[in-house]
C-alpha cells in the first residue's frame, strides 16, 4: 500500500501554451521555455496531453520535453494504438489514460474503466511491461476504481470537474457533496494500494479542500495556472498555487 508522505506534489500541465501558440501557427509561446521555467519555479512534474487532433501539444512538443525535462513528465493520453506506440518510444514517467472527444473543448468527464475492462487491461499492460506507470483519470466513483484496481493501474486521477463547477455556479450544496465523495473515494482507493492523484479545474478559491485529504500525494493542474501567469508571471502564479497547497496540508 501507497505510503502517506507529508508533502503534496505539484505537476504542471503546459497544454494552454501550446493553445496560444497554436492560435498563430507560429512558435512562440514555446511550451518547452513553460515547463523549463514551471520546473525552476518547483514544479516536481510537467503534464502534456497529446490529443489526436494535435490541437494543442504536438509530437515535437513531446520529443522536446523528453530531452530537456529534469523532473518528470506526465504523458495524458487517450487509449488508442497511436498513442500507445508513441509512449512505448519516448517512455515518459508515467501514461494517464484520459477520454478523449474529438468535438469537446477539455476533457469533459472521467474514463468508463468498468465497461472497457478487458481492452484497457490489455492496452495498459505494455506500457507497465515499458517501465510507464500508468494512472487512469476517472470520476470519484467506487465502481470506477475497482476496476482500474482490477486491470493493474498504479495511480488514479480523480476528476475535480465536477467539484469546481460546482464552486464556480455557486451551487454550494452540490459542491459539498462532490467533495465529500472525492474524500471518501481517495481513503477507499487508498486501501486497495492505489496512488491517488486529482486535477481538472482546480484554481486558487478551489485547491486547498482537496489539498487537504491525505491519501492525496498529487495535483496535476495546468489551465487556471497558466491563465494566471498572464497577469502575475508563471512562476508566481506557480509559487502562490504551491503555498496554498502548503497550506492545506498542513
Known sequence: ???????????????????????????????????????????????????????????????????????????????????????????????????????????????????????????????????????????????QIEAAHRIGAQVIELHTGAYCDAHSEGRFADRDAELERMREMSAFAHSLGLEVHAGHGLTYETVKPVAAFPEILELNIGHFIIGESIFLGLAPAIAEMRRLMDEARD
Request: charged share 30%; proline share 5%; glycine share 6%.
Open 1 to 143: 500500500m501507497t505510503d502517506y508522505v507529508g508533502a503534496l506534489r505539484l505537476g504542471v500541465n503546459i497544454d494552454h501554451v501550446a493553445t496560444v501558440r497554436n492560435a498563430r501557427g507560429g512558435a512562440y509561446p514555446d511550451p518547452l521555455r513553460a515547463a523549463k521555467l514551471a520546473q525552476e519555479a518547483g514544479a516536481d512534474g510537467i503534464t502534456a496531453h497529446l490529443r489526436e487532433d494535435r490541437r494543442h501539444i504536438t509530437d515535437a512538443d513531446i520529443d522536446g520535453l523528453m530531452e530537456v525535462l529534469e523532473i518528470p513528465l506526465n504523458f495524458e493520453m487517450a487509449a488508442t494504438p497511436e498513442m500507445q506506440a508513441i509512449a512505448l518510444r519516448h517512455k515518459p514517467h508515467a501514461v494517464c489514460i484520459v477520454p478523449e472527444k474529438r468535438e469537446e473543448r477539455t476533457t469533459e468527464g472521467g474514463l468508463e474503466v468498468a465497461r472497457e475492462e478487458n481492452q484497457l487491461a490489455h492496452f495498459i499492460a505494455p506500457l507497465r511491461e515499458a517501465g510507464c506507470r500508468v494512472s487512469i483519470f476517472i470520476a470519484a466513483d467506487k465502481r
